[in-house]
């Protein structure tokens, strides 16, 4: 499968398209277990913003390359280079602020797969440990291998996880309990354990199967009005953190525009003549 043109200046993320209309971002930093240093997580953050705003694409799946990780989260080592307190200077005021800027800009990153308007199918696979928690809240659908290894390791490294588990795997999972286990002892837990919980939605044999099954799954995806996946992918999320009353109210303004658009009359039709529809780029 060749790169897509318009992604080949990646260093740590291979883009390519294995079918239409669907695009596959594979974290590419094998030798170091796909970990995230800051140069990752910056290029991370710019891939996802370049697919939100491409219209070639619809669906895209995120996965890691390699049998050993999705990937095991921060790159610790870099992380201390990489870190404002190396280098600044001043009292505790200023240096927070430093680290306050940082801490953003990390969270900002891993964020774009929330902020992409197009839904993302995460495929944990071998080791998904730290940071993979926090991209994986991030994602609309997350499948698994049965072999995956699943950890909130933060703990565990002296600090209380920073980048998005804390504030979303609550609302992923419908155990607040649950999620205090795994958060407060950093211990692993298994495919099953995360299917149980609500925290995957499918586990497959292995990281080909799953791969296979998210493929499957996007092209599906990607045949249907971008107008009204995009648009579900939107309202969803917005209901996480409004009132059923906000969520009516914006579902309102945002279907006044879309009844007007071509695609609800293009699917209208189409189901009517029992054929399949065909969606222009968004």
Same mark, same amino acid.
């Given at each position: 499968?060749?790169?897509?043109?318009?992604?080949?200046?990646?260093?740590?993320?291979?883009?390519?398209?294995?079918?239409?209309? *669907?695009?596959?971002?594979?974290?590419?930093?094998?030798?170091?277990?796909?970990? $995230?240093?800051?140069?990752?997580?910056?290029?991370?953050?710019?891939?996802?913003?370049?697919?939100? !705003?491409?219209?070639?694409?619809?669906?895209?799946?995120?996965?890691?390359?390699? +049998?050993?990780?999705?990937?095991?989260?921060? @790159?610790?080592?870099?992380?201390?280079?990489?870190?404002?307190?190396?280098?600044? +200077?001043?009292?505790?005021?200023?240096?927070?602020?430093?680290?306050?800027?940082? =801490?953003?800009?990390?969270?900002?990153?891993?964020?774009? &797969?929330?902020?992409?308007?197009?839904?993302?199918?995460?495929?944990?696979?071998?080791?998904?440990?730290?940071?993979? =928690?926090?991209?994986?809240?991030? !994602?609309? #659908?997350?499948?698994?291998?049965?072999?995956?290894? $699943?950890? &909130?390791?933060?703990? +565990? =490294?002296?600090?209380?996880?920073? #980048?998005?588990?804390?504030?979303?795997?609550?609302?992923?999972?419908?155990?607040?309990?649950?999620?205090?286990? *795994?958060?407060?002892?950093?211990? @692993?837990?298994?495919?099953?354990?995360?299917?149980?919980?609500?925290?995957?939605?499918? *586990?497959?044999? @292995?990281? !080909?199967?799953?791969?296979?099954?998210?493929?499957?799954?996007?092209?599906?995806?990607?045949?249907?009005?971008? &107008?009204?996946?995009?648009?579900?992918?939107?309202?969803?999320?917005?209901? &996480?953190?409004?009132?059923?009353?906000?969520?009516?109210?914006?579902?309102?303004?945002?279907?006044?525009?879309?009844?007007?658009?071509? @695609? $609800?009359?293009?699917?209208?039709?189409?189901?009517?003549?029992?054929?399949?529809?065909?969606?222009?780029?968004?």
């Amino acid at each position: 499968m060749s790169i897509v043109p318009a992604y080949a200046s990646y260093q740590y993320f291979r883009v390519t398209s294995p079918a239409e209309h *669907v695009v596959h971002v594979e974290i590419n930093n094998p030798k170091r277990l796909n970990a $995230f240093s800051q140069a990752v997580w910056l290029e991370y953050g710019r891939v996802f913003a370049q697919v939100s !705003a491409d219209p070639q694409f619809r669906v895209a799946v995120l996965s890691g390359v390699g +049998d050993r990780a999705f990937t095991s989260g921060l @790159d610790v080592k870099a992380a201390v280079s990489d870190s404002p307190l190396t280098t600044a +200077d001043g009292d505790e005021v200023r240096r927070a602020k430093l680290l306050r800027n940082h =801490i953003e800009e990390f969270q900002t990153s891993i964020s774009a &797969v929330e902020k992409c308007e197009k839904p993302v199918i995460a495929v944990l696979h071998d080791v998904a440990i730290g940071l993979a =928690i926090d991209i994986a809240t991030c !994602a609309d #659908i997350r499948i698994c291998a049965a072999n995956t290894r $699943f950890a &909130v390791k933060e703990v +565990d =490294i002296g600090l209380a996880a920073d #980048i998005g588990t804390l504030a979303r795997l609550p609302k992923v999972v419908g155990s607040l309990s649950w999620v205090k286990d *795994v958060c407060l002892t950093a211990r @692993d837990f298994s495919a099953a354990e995360a299917l149980a919980q609500g925290f995957v939605s499918q *586990v497959h044999d @292995d990281k !080909a199967k799953a791969l296979a099954a998210a493929l499957a799954l996007a092209s599906q995806l990607a045949s249907k009005s971008p &107008v009204a996946v995009q648009g579900t992918k939107e309202l969803l999320n917005h209901s &996480v953190n409004h009132t059923v009353a906000d969520s009516l109210r914006y579902t309102q303004v945002w279907n006044s525009v879309a009844l007007q658009g071509e @695609d $609800f009359a293009t699917a209208i039709m189409s189901s009517m003549q029992k054929k399949k529809p065909t969606f222009s780029k968004l």
